[in-house]
DNA sequence: CGCCTCTTTGATAAAAGTCAATCAGGGTGG
DNA sequence: CCACCCTGATTGACTTTTATCAAAGAGGCG
């Protein structure tokens, strides 16, 4: 059960039984707090067990950029795999815990567990994706398209874990939804209570909920036509 | 020599010579062919041996979005690891020439040669780590910052290939540059138009040439300050 | 030479950002 | 327990940036 939120894998029971040895240490995140930083050595991933966080990474004359929200189930830390330092930070947007997988010792493991070196390879090629995903967005829609998408994002991720997909806490405030979708806080706000207004979502500070996923969908245009 | 531009790799000679199995077959692509298109079948990574690619993603509303330009030494079809088939396209700009390094050889290869999946790693993270700039750079920066960093960072490469960083000839149209940098080609044309005025470089049509570097690095705002 | 594609430039419109003033909640200390 | 304060959210007025539409110019190739 808890391998099933720290690595959801196709693996044999055998195969879990080894994985046990990889993810024995588990980490407690208060609010606010990083679970590592700009500069910090790369040393393991994580899987979040509950929880959210945000990454963000962060240029040479110190402006931020947030490169995802993530949630259960989800890991962090698979950029920076290539170099000794992280090149992101990754935070805490609510108390969470994670599971830590150690990098040296998963190496040691590799040759007995192939299914390991699979299973990373497919990660770190969810997350290319996932961040081809986000530069399509910030290039190529409009304002009201980005926050629809995300919406309709979070929706079916939440949707995944089990929660509803019409109603949710928003973990992260109008600065950091801004700031990951390349537009200001105060646009965010507007498109809000626009989305409010024309009868596709109820929002009531971070509490969203959704009315008509079907004008979202349309308008988001990631639909087909 | 070969190896040089297929796989730039730490490795050792005796590793080099089991290399030279995967790297055999080559792939010459005239100017508009597609290396892979959105829904073909992943079965290999390509290095670039000469000429330039394009990668585009791919909305489910046919929309474009190109998330690389990829030059000689550079390795193309990282994203789409993880899935069964390709989630882009992958365009060459210019008359060009890749290998082909097949996965399910390299898979074969991998307990032989345990480098090859560290630097399968290490590719897949610069990947990641490329990506989440481009975030930044959509996301963060207004347009002249995003051209200056284009030029600077199309510069930066084409010195690390022997070629002189200060001159050099554009291999994709605006259309490209503009879609990639999330802007109009109108405006990428109108930016080329300013830098020279500004003195910062001269440009007529695809050939640039850099003038003053260092206030290109100030304009694009990622140096220090 | 003429056609076709790509590029440049101008005029105008639309989108999003900036600055500023409330407003709402949540937590703290009197 | 309530008032206060602090942070985050909303809304408005206005400015800036970028897109859109349109027309003309530059190469390249048959």
Same mark, same amino acid.
């Given at each position: 059960?808890?391998?099933?939120?720290?690595?959801?894998?196709?693996?044999?029971?055998?195969?879990?039984?080894?994985?046990?040895?990889?993810?024995?240490?588990?980490?407690?995140?208060?609010?606010?707090?990083?679970?590592?930083?700009?500069?910090?050595?790369?040393?393991?991933?994580?899987?979040?067990?509950?929880?959210?966080?945000?990454?963000?990474?962060?240029?040479?004359?110190?402006?931020?950029?947030?490169?995802?929200?993530?949630?259960?189930?989800?890991?962090?830390?698979?950029?920076?795999?290539?170099?000794?330092?992280?090149?992101?930070?990754?935070?805490?947007?609510?108390?969470?815990?994670?599971?830590?997988?150690? +990098?040296?010792?998963?190496?040691? =493991? &590799?040759?007995? %567990?192939?299914? *390991?070196?699979?299973? !990373?390879?497919? @990660?770190?090629?969810?997350?290319?994706?996932?961040?081809?995903?986000?530069?399509?967005?910030?290039?190529? +829609?409009?304002?009201?398209?980005? =926050? &629809?998408?995300? %919406?309709?994002? *979070?929706?079916?991720? !939440?949707?995944? @874990?089990?929660?509803?997909?019409?109603?949710?806490?928003?973990?992260?405030?109008?600065?950091?939804?801004?700031?990951?979708?390349?537009?200001? =806080?105060?646009?965010?706000?507007?498109?809000?209570?626009?989305?409010?207004?024309?009868?596709?979502?109820?929002?009531?500070?971070?509490?969203?909920?959704?009315?008509?996923?079907?004008?979202?969908?349309?308008?988001?245009?990631?639909?087909?036509?």
């Amino acid at each position: 059960m808890l391998n099933a939120i720290c690595l959801p894998l196709g693996m044999s029971r055998n195969d879990v039984l080894v994985m046990d040895e990889l993810i024995k240490e588990r980490v407690r995140l208060a609010k606010g707090a990083a679970l590592y930083s700009l500069g910090d050595p790369v040393e393991a991933i994580y899987g979040i067990r509950y929880g959210s966080l945000k990454t963000q990474v962060q240029n040479a004359s110190g402006q931020m950029q947030v490169t995802g929200f993530l949630l259960p189930g989800e890991v962090v830390g698979l950029d920076s795999l290539s170099d000794e330092r992280h090149g992101s930070h990754a935070i805490s947007l609510e108390d969470s815990e994670v599971c830590v997988i150690h +990098l040296d010792e998963m190496d040691e =493991l &590799a040759p007995r %567990l192939p299914v *390991l070196q699979t299973q !990373l390879r497919r @990660l770190m090629g969810k997350e290319i994706t996932r961040s081809h995903q986000l530069v399509m967005t910030l290039g190529s +829609l409009r304002s009201e398209q980005r =926050l &629809a998408a995300f %919406l309709l994002n *979070l929706s079916q991720r !939440l949707s995944t @874990l089990g929660y509803s997909p019409h109603e949710f806490l928003l973990r992260m405030s109008r600065q950091e939804i801004g700031n990951f979708l390349g537009l200001t =806080l105060e646009t965010v706000s507007r498109l809000f209570s626009r989305f409010a207004r024309d009868g596709l979502i109820r929002v009531q500070q971070r509490e969203v909920q959704i009315l008509d996923m079907d004008a979202l969908r349309v308008l988001s245009g990631t639909d087909c036509g």
